[in-house]
């Protein structure tokens, strides 16, 4: 068993965009693969955003894979082209995502109940041997019995790796994971397995490693919002100190916040909101008082003067 996992990055819509991206590496470090938000078709055309947000040249980290979502091989086939393109080899397939609006079309982890659906989907893999594929999943839709139902399928094609996150699509991030469903799983999935899922301190880490010795890696999201120097604080096991944490978010705001500036054509307003998530989950890091101010300040003067509490 080795002493330390890689570490992925997990991918948030809204939150895990480049600029994010690259000034977490930059300050934090400790991750050895991000993933980006999938890139999805909407209405026959990429977004702007979305096309500009997996560009290799707006992209500054170590490790970066590309995420897919859809079951439709026309639309597939389209979203890997535009990887490809931008000189990516490593794609991930999202089979994970909980969200009712993409879910009751089949895509997400609302695709999991259909193993035919599941089967023509993987079938890229084997149309683009040039491309290394893995899958980000969910234990199922329904119940925990579907991803066992697609083992089997799953096992046939040539994945890279599985991120399995333990709970149902119609949790969505609610009640509790199912170690027992990942155990189930685990013992009949042929490829290596990453584990995501409700991971928020070393401990977390260490915990899941040894009740899956072996794995392949750890995915982390929300934990990484909430505490971004987790991965580095577990490589070098070690925490950061309040004065150090609150530096290093100091940095890793100053970075981000000048490049939306630079960006965004919103005016104040866009601004404002957009580095309000920055803080979303940061609460425990900055305090109540701090954070409160920040998501109350209604101007970009008030904003800067409650980040002044830090």
Known sequence: MPEILPIHFAPLQGYTEAIYRNAHSAIFGGIDTYHTPFIRLDKGAFR??????????????????????????????AILSLFTERGYKEVDINMGCPFPMLAKRHNGSGILPFPEEVKKLLE?????????????????????????????ILNVYPLKHITMHPRLGKQQYKGDVDPKGFTAFAEVCRHPLIYNGDISNIEDIERI?????????????????????????????????????????????????????????GGED??????????????????????????KSTSLAKYNAAIGLL
């Open 48 to 77: 702007n955003r979305d096309v500009r947000d997996i560009e290799p040249g707006n992209n500054e980290v170590p490790h970066l894979i590309p995420q897919l979502i859809g079951h439709e091989e026309e639309k597939t086939e």
């Open 270 to 295: 866009q601004l404002l909101n957009k580095m309000k998530t920055f803080w979303e989950y940061l609460e425990p890091q900055i305090g109540h008082k701090a954070w409160k101010a920040i998501h």
């Open 124 to 152: 890229i893999t084997q149309r683009h041997p040039e491309i290394s594929f893995s899958v980000k999943m969910r234990l199922g839709w329904e119940n925990a019995e579907e991803c066992l139902k697609l083992a089997p």
């Open 209 to 265: 490693h040894d009740s899956f010795p072996t794995l392949s890696g750890i995915m982390i999201g929300r934990g990484l919002l909430m505490n971004p120097a987790l991965a580095f604080e577990y490589k070098e096991k070690k925490s950061l100190s309040t004065e150090d944490m609150k530096e290093k978010l100091y940095k890793m705001h100053k970075i981000v916040f000048a490049r939306y500036e630079e960006r965004l054509e």
